[in-house]
T-cell receptor, first 113, second 115 residues
Framework: AQSVTQLGSHVSVSEGALVLLRCNYS??????LFWYVQYPNQGLQLLLK??????LVKGINGFEAEFKKSETSFHLTKPSAHMSDAAEYFC???????????FGTGTRLLVSP | GAGVSQSPSNKVTEKGKDVELRCDPI?????LYWYRQRLGQGLEFLIY????????KSGLPSDRFSAERTGESVSTLTIQRTQQEDSAVYLCASSARTSRLYEQYFGPGTRLTVT
């Protein structure tokens, strides 16, 4: 079975600082990996996804993630945080066969001025 | 275009009552998914539909939970004899196909509170 671990339920950064949100996965098959963002009272929005092409994936709003098979990681980064980045971020892995997503428990990003 | 919509946005019910949650997927999307998000936890898969068929119901937590879908349109998640542990946000998503190549688009969710 596939699973995802997100380290840190809360991450606090200052505006302009580097954002690093950690995600490690477990999968017995080549994984597809996703990062979603959830703003308050809204549904999830796809930030980016890894589908076995390039290991460095660029997404919306300046975010990117690097797939590292040796470390079973897919960490999300952004060079400079904006106040508008404050939200909850979920890492997910797709199940084999159909597209059921297995989610991590989420990381809430707090951005201070 | 219109995204995935869910209704109601909030539902408060008494323990033991039945509730129905509705999802309207994006037009033309054949795949539809239900997830549950309990406080402080990640999203938990419940069930998915390919058309109006539900090949995998393994995520439904108990036989009090059921879901149906009319054609490739509206889906309803029904919880009978609600319990307090059913309190959660129920999220619906749709995608063009049931393949991980196709993005899932999520609705805003229904927040269910069982008192």
């Amino acid at each position: 079975a596939q699973s995802v671990t997100q380290l840190g339920s809360h991450v606090s950064v200052s505006e302009g600082a580097l954002v690093l949100l950690r995600c490690n996965y477990s999968s017995s098959v080549p994984p597809y990996l996703f990062w979603y963002v959830q703003y308050p009272n809204q549904g999830l929005q796809l930030l980016l996804k890894y589908t076995s092409a390039a290991t460095l994936v660029k997404g919306i709003n300046g975010f990117e993630a690097e797939f590292k098979k040796s470390e079973t990681s897919f960490h999300l980064t952004k060079p400079s945080a904006h106040m508008s980045d404050a939200a909850e971020y979920f890492c997910a892995v797709s199940d084999q066969g159909f597209q059921k997503l297995v989610f991590g428990t989420g990381t809430r990003l707090l951005v201070s001025p | 275009g219109a995204g995935v919509s869910q209704s109601p946005s909030n539902k408060v019910t008494e323990k033991g009552k039945d509730v129905e949650l509705r999802c309207d997927p994006i037009s033309g999307h054949t795949a539809l998914y239900w997830y549950r998000q309990r406080l402080g936890q990640g999203l938990e898969f419940l069930i998915y539909f390919q058309g109006n068929s539900a090949p995998d119901k393994s995520g439904l937590p108990s036989d009090r939970f059921s879901a149906e879908r009319t054609g490739e349109s509206v889906s309803t998640l029904t919880i009978q004899r609600t319990q307090q542990e059913d309190s959660a946000v129920y999220l619906c998503a749709s995608s063009a196909r049931t393949s991980r190549l196709y993005e899932q688009y999520f609705g805003p969710g229904t927040r269910l509170t069982v008192t």
